[in-house]
Nanobody, 119 residues
Framework: QVQLVESGGGLVQAGGSLRLSCAAS????????MAWFRQAPGKEREFVGN????????VTADSVKGRFTISRDDAKNTVYLQMNSLKPDDTAVYYC????????????WGQGTQVTVSS
């Protein structure tokens, strides 16, 4: 099992920045990649980006490309989502997720952290 704990959400004005953190614990050696999803009220869940745990290869959604950056700290088993130039449309609950090497889906989810961008 893998446990994920997010932090760093909050209220920010448009144009501002936030950095979300996701600390993984438990069987972290089984993690293949970690990702961020978000869900705004009344909207479907949206993929934000992911990072391969061993290679560091990253994929970022077009909607946030150039503004959001995913990174990791192996020593801390932590993944970060640096969010710059935030827009009101970025308002959502952000979830950190993990996929194990033996699975094809993201089975592990954090509790979510609220990000609110005011105009």
């Amino acid at each position: 099992q893998v446990q994920l704990v997010e932090s760093g959400g909050g209220l920010v004005q448009a144009g501002g920045s936030l950095r979300l953190s996701c600390a993984a614990s438990g069987r972290t050696s089984s993690i293949a990649d970690m990702a961020w999803f978000r869900q705004a009220p009344g909207k479907e869940r949206e993929f934000v980006g992911n990072i391969n745990w061993s290679s560091g290869w990253r994929v970022t959604a077009d909607s946030v490309k150039g503004r959001f950056t995913i990174s990791r700290d192996d020593a801390k088993n932590t993944v970060y989502l640096q969010m710059n130039s935030l827009k009101p449309d970025d308002t959502a609950v952000y979830y950190c997720v993990a996929r194990s090497t033996s699975a094809s889906n993201y089975a592990y989810w954090g509790q979510g952290t609220q990000v609110t961008v005011s105009s």
